[in-house]
């Protein structure tokens, strides 16, 4: 008799956990978006043309870091293979620079900066 309770028991947890664990696990975030990770290099190259544009027209250091930093979150959303992100992370470096750059208020090197990251995000697809 303690034989079979202990089993009955274990059968129904393990029932209860799977039938409670398995739609809760599948819901994603209703607030995340995913992209593609080729659409995702995109619109981060997009983003890194833009405060590339902003440098050159002449925008503030602080907006030139808010474009940056949107670049930044952007780049987050790449999600290919390990070597693709190996290869962000790298391409990242320049971006960090350019934000602590124009966050410190100085856009010297920004703009070659940025430069190297889109040149460094056009590689990516590749890799893909």
């Known amino acids: 008799m303690k034989f079979l309770r ?9 029932s209860s956990m799977g039938a409670v664990a398995t739609p809760v696990m599948a819901e994603s975030d209703p ?7 080729a659409e995702a290099i995109k619109m981060t190259s997009d ?3 833009a405060a590339i544009d902003a440098v050159a027209a002449g925008s ?5 870091a808010a474009l940056v930093k949107e670049a930044l979150d952007m780049s987050k ?4 293979n390990d070597k693709v992100d190996v290869a962000r ?11 602590s750059a124009s966050r410190k208020g100085s856009l010297d090197g920004v703009e070659e900066a940025l430069q190297s990251a889109l ?4 590689e990516l697809p590749g890799l893909i």
Not at 60 to 64: F, G, K, R, T, W
Not at 77 to 80: G, K
């Open 77 to 80: 959303e790449i999600n290919a």
């Open 60 to 64: 503030s250091a602080d907006e030139v």
């Open 119 to 122: 040149k460094k995000y056009s």
């Open 89 to 99: 992370a790298r391409a990242n470096r320049p971006l960090k620079k350019a934000r």
């Open 31 to 37: 607030g995340r978006i995913s992209y593609e990770p």
């Open 47 to 49: 983003k890194i043309q």
């Open 6 to 14: 202990k089993v009955l028991l274990s059968l129904a947890i393990a």
